[in-house]
């Protein structure tokens, strides 16, 4: 009897490959913004660590990398006293948002008072007003606080940190997140004989440690960017910020692009160091307060 050798079956039907053009799409805009939104911040560096006659010409990488720039940037601006001063008013000014927010936002989102919405719709429309709107009232008021109490607020700290004590977005972004808080975690405090300040800083705020290490990076970029309200409330060298003292030097230092970009840089060390800390709380306060796209 003759053996029979069975073939493989092979299917009638080709395997193809469907391509999900909706997602090549979509990633191949998020490349293109990527790189164009790292693509000056590598510019820069470039450019600070190149010599003059590279820093004027078409030249991508420096051929011996210029460190000194940066010293000399430093040195000619005087960035150690302008660093200080910014560094004492992002404080100053962080703090107090961060703690007048959190009371704020948690009254909003866990207690009850007549026109508690009225209130909190108005406060979020001043987020549709330009900041300029904003500068000559609050400069009128920090003159007349001068005057009427012993401390001076011109051309010191009071007048760069009091007025930005408070933010809108800050108490929305805290809110957003306090509300979703299960309410069984307020009963059960209740039971243990604890109020709204304990149940706030024991039960609260431990578990919302991303969006308020958000609104402290929020806030601290914000005050250290700031340049015209500096300005306008100061009058000497003994309180202006560091985004002066960049401005200053570039205005100094006319045609020397290697080191205007060094000092640009020097400007930006403390802002990305605190972001590379708080990244991953950046991205699961704004994946978990409401504020996704």
């Known amino acids: 009897m003759a053996s029979q050798s069975t073939a493989p079956n092979l299917s009638n039907e080709a395997t193809t490959t469907s391509i999900d053009w909706f997602k090549v799409i979509t990633y191949t805009i998020l490349i293109s913004g990527a790189i164009v939104s790292i693509f000056p911040f590598l510019m820069t560096i470039s450019i600070s660590l190149m010599n003059l006659t590279e820093a004027t010409s078409v030249t991508w990488i420096p051929r011996v990398p210029q460190w000194n720039n940066y010293l000399e940037a430093w040195n000619e601006a005087d960035f150690s006293l302008f660093l200080f001063n910014s560094l004492k008013i992002a404080v100053l000014s962080t703090a107090g948002d961060v703690v007048f927010s959190i009371l704020a936002a948690y009254t909003f989102a866990r207690m009850e008072f007549p026109g508690k919405n009225l209130i909190f719709v108005l406060m979020l429309a001043t987020l549709t007003l330009p900041q300029a709107i904003t500068w000559v009232p609050n400069f009128i008021t920090v003159s007349w606080l001068g005057k009427v109490t012993p401390m001076q607020w011109i051309d010191n700290w009071p007048a760069l940190t009091i007025p930005f004590m408070a933010s809108a977005f800050g108490i929305f972004l805290l809110r957003q997140f306090f509300q979703q808080i299960p309410d069984e975690l307020w009963d059960s405090a209740q039971i243990d004989g604890a109020g709204h300040m304990r149940y706030l800083f024991q039960i609260v ?83 978990r307060s409401g504020l996704k796209g």
């Not at 002066?244 to 060390?269: C, H, K, P, R, W």
């Open 205 to 287: 705020l431990p578990l919302s440690r991303a969006p308020v290490l958000v609104l402290a990076l929020f806030g601290f970029t914000g005050s250290w960017d700031s340049l015209a309200w500096p300005i306008l409330v100061t009058r000497t060298l003994t309180w202006r910020p560091i985004s002066y003292g960049l401005q200053a030097f570039l205005d100094e230092a006319g045609s020397f692009v290697n080191l205007q970009m060094a000092g640009a840089l020097i400007t930006m060390i403390p802002v990305l160091i605190l972001y590379f800390f708080t990244q991953r709380q950046f991205i699961e306060a704004m994946t």
